[in-house]
């Protein structure tokens, strides 16, 4: 099941990823995307290039899907669509273009909403997470022989690792230490790569509160988590839905082993309360 969909998914990200290392290692210019909030990200050639080869390779491979990308106008005909790819050409442009080797290419494919397939690819480590819907989830390194992921079963907190974001770390994360009495923290870019430490073992939840991740962060990771037997959610405990015209995670997000997803949901109801986050409704 997914076959077709999954090793095409796989040799695009593959090669964007040849692609991305080229501009990484021949230099490349910065520019930034200004939003409506005067809040500004980076974005560069790589950026765009990785954007055409999946989004082309997907549209010819299934032209009756439909195709939302973080570089490319949303047609929002994809609304009309059982199925969507949703696709981060270059998830961890900030590490991209700092060299820190924290990016990822990400490529999701949601059917009603639901995240049933992701690729999440390392160019720089040579690293690939993949996972299909009831397919399992798996990790290819540069020995290229698949290596099943099973997600830790902890779910005492003071043995418990959290990954957090490297360059979007939110103060509020030190709060999030101190009441859950973590063990340690794990500061690392792009969310694909997080979640593939979660699916590895080497971390147990990341915690996200911005409403700045959009569905292309999270769809393809999401499904390469819950095969793994961890779960991913926004804040507040509710699955995130891909098939939305508003693409913002306005919510957060929220990855766990699945094992304490419960306990940390409750655990975060008097901080979020304290921070003063409600939960916003998602334009449908």
Same mark, same amino acid.
């Given at each position: ?14 090669? *964007? ?5 080229? %501009? ?10 200004? =939003?409506?909030?005067? =809040? ?16 082309? /390779?997907?549209?010819? $491979? ?5 195709? #939302? ?16 790819? &949703? ?8 590490? +991209? ?6 990016? !990822? ?9 639901? !995240? ?14 993949? *996972?299909?819907?009831? /397919?399992?989830? %798996?990790? &290819? ?11 830790? /079963? ?8 959290? $990954? ?15 009441? +859950? ?20 073992? &080497?971390?147990? #939840?990341?915690?996200? %509160? ?14 390469? #988590?819950?095969? $793994? ?22 919510? /957060? ?17 008097? #901080?979020?309360?304290? +921070? ?6 998602? !334009?449908?």
């Amino acid at each position: 099941m997914l076959e077709k969909e999954l090793a095409t998914a796989v040799a695009l990200a593959r090669k *964007a990823g040849v692609i991305i290392l080229d %501009f990484y290692e021949k230099g490349f210019e910065v520019e930034e995307k200004i =939003f409506a909030d005067n =809040f500004s990200e980076p974005v560069t050639i790589a950026d765009r290039t990785a954007s055409r080869i999946i989004v082309e /390779g997907l549209g010819e $491979a299934f032209p009756n899907d439909g195709i #939302l990308s973080e570089e490319e106008p949303d047609d929002e005909r994809r609304l009309t669509k059982n199925r969507v790819w &949703i696709i981060d050409p270059l998830d961890g442009t900030q590490g +991209f273009v700092e060299k820190n080797g924290d990016f !990822a290419v990400q490529i999701g494919l949601a059917e009603n909403g639901e !995240a049933i397939l992701g690729v999440v690819f390392l160019p720089l480590e040579n690293v690939l997470y993949y *996972a299909s819907r009831t /397919g399992g989830a %798996f990790m &290819i390194e540069t020995d290229g022989q698949p290596k099943r992921l099973q997600v830790s /079963g902890v779910t005492d907190f003071a043995e418990m690792s959290l $990954a957090v974001s490297r360059n979007h770390r939110s103060p509020k994360m030190n709060r999030v230490l101190q009441a +859950f009495g973590l063990r340690r923290e794990i500061k690392r870019g792009s969310v694909g790569l997080k979640i593939g430490l979660i699916a590895q073992q &080497i971390a147990d #939840l990341y915690i996200h %509160f911005s409403p700045r991740t959009k569905h292309w962060d999270t769809c393809a990771p999401e499904i390469i #988590l819950r095969e $793994a037997g961890g779960n991913l959610t926004d804040a507040f405990g509710e699955r995130i839905v891909y098939n939305t015209t508003d693409v913002h995670n306005h919510n /957060g997000v929220l990855a766990t082993n699945g094992a304490a997803h419960a306990k940390v949901v409750s655990s975060l109801k008097p #901080l979020l309360i304290e +921070f003063g986050r409600l939960r916003v409704k998602a !334009a449908r």
